[in-house]
């Protein structure tokens, strides 16, 4: 069962992510001078190296670009990094799942909360380096709490789909390397979607990964209302969606999961 409201259950199931996720991260650590550090300076140093190239390299002319860039970068590599990090989760803790009656996706939750902590830390650092006037305006913190938590719901449902996928189709893990690394070329974050041809542009708008970039844009770059609640909207209904289709996956294939991992 995914979901079991039993409150002991419940509170077995939080120990257990808990305790992973600290075992994950002491492990991560240990034996590192820097320690976490070394984590939050990987989206740190992504942000200011593309920064420097595409705004006095390649001389992108984008007011506020700074901010623009930091919408969509950070949001990217936290979706792409979750991704990447939990797709192959399942098979590689193999040992423990035939060993120990655990829930797989226990491991995967462990893993994308460790990932937010760097995502939010990360992200925290660099708008407040970047443009702290943006939380001058009430509005704009429990509005990023709302798209911060739409995309990690996103993010875990893609991720547990993709991880699903794996332990059948070993093949899963190297074609999401080459969709994503496809993907950040045709995702408009560091440039904006009006540069790209009118029939790219409307290929752009079915791409699940903008898609949950753009309240972030519309919302730190822009601060256009309007514009937040339709992309809102839009990824509402694509985490709906893949909610749903994980969750249908999951009911028909887990019974025999187990015998593929």
Same mark, same amino acid.
């Given at each position: 069962?995914?979901?079991?409201?039993?409150?002991?259950? #419940?509170?077995?199931?939080?120990?257990?992510? $808990?305790? #992973?996720?600290?075992?994950?991260?002491?492990?991560? $650590?240990?034996?590192?001078? %820097?320690?976490?550090?070394?984590?939050?300076?990987?989206?740190? +140093?992504?942000? =200011?190296?593309? %920064?420097?190239?595409?705004?006095?390299?390649?001389?992108?002319?984008?007011? *506020?670009?700074?901010?623009?860039?930091?919408?969509?970068?950070?949001?990217?590599?936290?979706?792409?990094?979750?991704?990447?990090?939990?797709?192959?989760?399942?098979?590689?803790?193999?040992?423990?799942?035939? %060993?120990?009656?655990?829930?797989?996706?226990?491991?995967?939750?462990?893993?994308?909360?460790?990932?937010? #902590?760097?995502?939010?830390?990360?992200?925290?650092?660099?708008?407040?380096?970047?443009?702290?006037?943006?939380?001058?305006?009430? =509005?704009?913190?429990?509005?990023?709490?709302?798209?911060?938590?739409?995309? /990690?719901?996103?993010?875990?449902?893609?991720?547990?789909?993709?991880?699903?996928?794996?332990?059948?189709?070993?093949?899963?893990?190297?074609?999401?390397?080459?969709?994503?690394?496809?993907? !950040?070329? /045709?995702?408009?974050?560091?440039?904006?979607?009006?540069?790209?041809?009118? *029939?790219?542009?409307?290929? /752009?708008?079915?791409?699940?990964?903008?898609?949950?970039?753009?309240?972030?844009? *519309? +919302?730190? =770059?822009?601060?256009?209302?309007?514009? !937040?609640?339709?992309?809102?909207?839009? %990824?509402?209904?694509?985490?709906?969606?893949?909610?749903?289709?994980?969750?249908?996956?999951?009911?028909?294939?887990?019974?025999?999961?187990?015998?593929?991992?």
């Amino acid at each position: 069962m995914i979901l079991n409201l039993n409150p002991k259950a #419940i509170r077995q199931k939080l120990e257990l992510i $808990y305790t #992973i996720t600290i075992a994950q991260m002491k492990s991560r $650590y240990r034996k590192t001078f %820097a320690g976490f550090l070394w984590v939050i300076l990987n989206p740190i +140093l992504t942000f =200011w190296v593309q %920064a420097l190239i595409f705004k006095h390299v390649l001389k992108i002319n984008i007011e *506020n670009y700074y901010l623009f860039l930091l919408a969509g970068v950070i949001p990217w590599v936290f979706i792409t990094s979750s991704l990447t990090m939990t797709v192959g989760i399942f098979v590689s803790n193999r040992p423990t799942l035939m %060993a120990f009656k655990i829930d797989p996706w226990v491991f995967l939750i462990s893993q994308l909360l460790d990932n937010f #902590i760097n995502f939010v830390v990360s992200y925290l650092i660099l708008i407040l380096i970047v443009d702290k006037t943006v939380f001058l305006n009430p =509005w704009v913190i429990p509005l990023l709490m709302l798209t911060t938590f739409f995309l /990690v719901v996103f993010a875990f449902f893609l991720s547990f789909l993709l991880a699903t996928l794996n332990v059948f189709f070993r093949d899963t893990q190297f074609i999401l390397s080459f969709v994503l690394g496809l993907a !950040y070329f /045709v995702t408009p974050i560091f440039y904006q979607k009006s540069l790209l041809p009118l *029939n790219i542009q409307k290929l /752009v708008d079915f791409n699940p990964l903008y898609i949950f970039i753009k309240p972030f844009q *519309n +919302l730190l =770059w822009k601060f256009d209302v309007g514009l !937040y609640w339709s992309s809102m909207l839009d %990824a509402f209904g694509v985490m709906v969606l893949v909610s749903c289709v994980c969750l249908i996956y999951w009911r028909k294939k887990r019974n025999v999961l187990y015998f593929q991992i």
